[in-house]
């Protein structure tokens, strides 16, 4: 699985990033936790608030830092 967390690397980001590695492990789910900051590649999945979250190529949430439970959820 490829989680991509998208924004400037800012607390927020860091947080969140850190959240999906926990919620990927609770799972049990081996995963790539990859760290987008191109504002283009960024702009491409429609995301205009930062943090974003793309689990597998697709755009699970934006704007907000979810818990390691929320992610969790969605994966």
Do not use: F, H, W
Not at 32 to 44: G, N, Q, R, Y
């Amino acid at each position: 699985m490829i989680i991509k967390i998208l924004g400037s690397g800012c607390r927020k980001c860091v947080t969140l990033a850190e959240n999906a590695r926990a919620a990927a492990a609770a799972a049990g789910k081996p995963a790539e936790i990859v760290k987008v900051t191109d504002v283009a590649e960024i702009a491409a999945y429609g995301v205009m608030s930062t943090p974003g979250l793309v689990v597998d190529g697709k755009l699970v949430s934006a704007g907000k830092v979810l818990t390691a439970e929320d992610i969790g959820k969605l994966l």
